[in-house]
């Protein structure tokens, strides 16, 4: 069989290629060779990915609940990825793998391809979690729940992890505190992060469970992980940009897209499964893991925002309003609505 010099032509560069890295093309090409063809199963790892669904109880929809877990972990990390390339875009790797330092330029297009990829993600998770709300016989939820005590969704690192790298962690410090904490160190910050106080036990102030369980295993890691991103959020990546990308109509427009995800829409669908399960009308209903949802969830009580310069000051004091009157409204109208 003649070689094509458009075989030859891709050979050669592989042969440099490898030869940059020190290593044997042929090395390479035999492997090649002795290598079996891949299938479907056995890349996306099927027969492992449906082995990961272990319930603790017999109720058939207990497999839903761990199921859309799983897919959001999984979107999460879609999520973070994306953040990655986006907070690292601007470092430069030489071919070999060597970290060659910083530059000051921010690619536009793709800061906008990659904000347009993450806000689709949350998209998908906020109109899929109608699964959550109305894909489980209630009566088998709240039996099953209670033998996850006291585990919960709460304890998520992902999604403190996109919290994290997304903003200046001054905007996630508990509302009370916001003021008096905004020129403090970073790790100061993040030790009175929001969510801190969604694990309380309200009767004696001390940490449910579910909080200690989870800052043992990742707090440390979060604040490693703050001294990484917190240079190069996502706020910190748009601060380098030109003033002209700076006024980017797209740009401008996917920022707020993410805030509002992130800070209003996700925690707004939890809100509304919560109240659609938990509420009987009494207001003390606790969610899994003795979190109090009623205080934690509404995103009009924690009043979130990544970005407030990229918001007017009539929107961010009805921050989060409209969409929890929305849902107030439909409650009462199904009869599940709690009472303040």
């Known amino acids: 069989m003649e070689i094509s010099s458009e075989i030859k032509d891709r050979l050669e560069q592989l042969s440099k290629k490898y030869a940059a890295i020190g290593q044997d093309l042929a090395s390479y090409l035999d492997g090649l060779i002795y290598a079996n063809p891949i299938t479907y199963w056995d890349y996306i790892e099927v027969d492992a990915l449906l082995s990961l669904q272990k319930p603790k109880t ?3 929809d207990e497999k839903i609940f761990i199921v859309y877990h799983q897919i959001t972990e999984l979107y999460f990390s879609l999520i973070l990825h994306e953040l990655e390339q986006v907070c690292h875009n601007g470092k430069i790797i030489s071919e070999t793998g060597q970290d060659l330092g910083w530059n000051d330029h921010l690619d536009l297009e793709f800061f906008v391809e990659r904000l347009k990829r993450i806000n689709m993600y949350f998209e998908t998770l906020t109109k899929s979690f109608e699964v959550m709300r109305f894909g489980m016989e209630k009566d088998q939820f709240t039996k099953f729940r209670m033998s996850l005590l006291s585990s919960s ?7 403190r992890q996109i919290e994290i790298a997304c903003t200046d962690l001054k905007h996630l410090v ?5 003021e008096t ?4 160190d970073i790790h100061e910050q993040l030790d009175n992060i929001y969510w801190r106080r ?7 102030g001390e940490k449910a469970l579910t909080l200690k369980d989870f800052e043992k295993k990742y707090l440390q890691g979060f604040h490693d992980f703050a001294d990484e991103y917190q240079p190069i959020n996502i706020w910190k990546k748009y601060k380098t940009l030109t003033a002209r990308d700076k006024e980017n109509e797209t740009l401008i427009s996917e920022l707020r897209a993410l805030d509002i995800h992130v800070n209003v829409n996700w925690p707004l669908v939890h809100f509304r499964t919560a109240v659609h399960y938990l509420s009987k009308g009494t207001g003390d209903e606790k969610g899994t893991g003795g979190t ?8 009009r009580f924690q009043r979130r925002i990544f970005y407030p310069q990229l918001w007017s000051e009539k929107e961010k004091n009805e921050w989060g309003k409209k969409w929890v009157e929305e849902v107030l409204a439909d409650s009462i109208k199904t009869g599940s609505a709690f009472r303040k």
Do not use: S
């Not at 969704?153 to 999604?159: I, L, M, P």
């Not at 969604?198 to 004696?204: F, M, Q």
């Not at 109090?292 to 995103?299: A, D, F, R, S």
């Open 58 to 60: 017999d109720f058939p």
């Open 153 to 159: 969704g709460f304890q998520t690192a992902a999604y």
């Open 174 to 178: 508990v509302e009370d505190r916001r």
């Open 181 to 184: 904490l905004k020129d403090a």
């Open 198 to 204: 969604g694990a309380i036990v309200e009767d004696t």
């Open 292 to 299: 109090n949802w009623q205080k934690y969830l509404p995103p």
